[in-house]
């Protein structure tokens, strides 16, 4: 246990620390959700995750996203990486600079106990939906964060036993409502708080089990 995660467990407990980190967690996509939802889990105590994105880091990024200049043109997913790893350095990454496809969707996730979708395009997000849901994996998705001022409109949405969706559900990021950093963390904030109950609500079931 490194000097980061002992930090950690004095707030949730060595046993819990274990328990979190024996979780695989994908993230489907590194924006501006996907790159703060890992900075959350990260710092949540969670150690494996995959992290899928084929995109590069532009300076439009850094109003919203866990990047810094110094990193732009770098490809998102080695970024991340880099930055996550500055918070723990012994963290358990497997990174894909690949758009998510029907033809790859299975291959990345499949091993996964939570995915984070995370998103802009709708294809991309049925894709996943398609392949999670018929599982009991949990999918934790977004929809409706974009502009300021409607924070207490981001809501939490199960909609199945292992489907829930974080948003306000329909103000779409564009023209009047940009996508930015309160927003878009506030949502990512409520993404990765499900995941982490959702494991915290396991553990204890083990225990009583």
């Known amino acids: 246990m490194n000097e980061t995660e002992r930090g950690i467990a004095t707030h949730i407990g060595a046993e819990v620390l274990a328990w979190l980190q024996k979780q695989?967690?994908?993230v489907a996509g590194a924006g501006g959700l996907g790159s703060n939802v890992a900075m959350h889990l990260v710092r949540s105590g969670f150690r494996r995750l995959i992290i899928a994105d084929?995109?590069?880091?532009?300076?439009?990024?850094?109003n919203r996203q866990f990047?810094?200049?110094r990193q732009v043109g770098q490809p998102k997913v080695e970024a991340l990486a880099e930055n996550l790893r500055a918070i723990n350095p012994d963290l358990e990454l497997e990174l894909h600079q690949i758009r998510v496809e029907q033809t790859n969707a299975s291959k990345l996730f499949q091993a996964c106990d939570a995915v984070i979708e995370a998103f802009d395009d709708p294809k991309a997000k049925k894709i996943l939906a398609e392949l999670i849901l018929p599982t009991d994996t949990l999918l934790v998705s977004a929809s409706g964060m974009g502009g300021c001022g409607l924070a207490e409109g981001i809501i939490t949405r199960r909609l199945r036993p292992n489907f829930v969706l974080v948003g306000d559900m329909h103000t779409e990021c564009g023209g009047e409502t940009p996508p930015l950093s309160p927003m878009i963390g506030v949502a990512a904030a409520k993404q990765a708080d499900v995941v982490l109950s959702y494991f915290l609500k396991r553990f204890k079931e083990s225990r009583h089990a």
């Not at 084929?54 to 850094?62: A, G, H, I, K, Y």
């Open 24 to 26: 695989r967690i994908g």
């Open 67 to 69: 990047y810094f200049a």
């Open 54 to 62: 084929f995109d590069q880091v532009e300076f439009t990024n850094l």
